[in-house]
């Protein structure tokens, strides 16, 4: 199945953002909190890093798409 946990795992995503107890549509206060806080630091550290590289990196995760390996 369709998880957080393995679209992070895939590399499809680069963060599970923690949900509130009993999930995120329980507390939506901290849930927006919790959101803040990981897009806060992304940026703090894609402000860090050359353009190119960042452009570069995106361009090789998006390559990477649909690639496999067999168990």
């Known amino acids: 199945g369709i998880t957080a946990d393995r679209l992070q795992k ?5 963060t599970v953002i923690k ?9 939506f206060g901290q849930t927006m909190k919790n959101v ?5 630091k992304q940026l703090h550290e894609a402000q860090s890093i050359p353009l190119a590289d960042l ?3 995106r361009f090789d995760r998006i390559m ?8």
């Open 19 to 27: 949900e509130p107890l009993g999930g995120a549509h329980r507390d």
């Open 10 to 14: 895939l590399d499809l995503v680069d």
């Open 64 to 71: 990477a798409y649909g690639k496999f390996s067999e168990q």
């Open 36 to 40: 803040k806080a990981v897009l806060e």
């Open 55 to 57: 452009l570069s990196r």
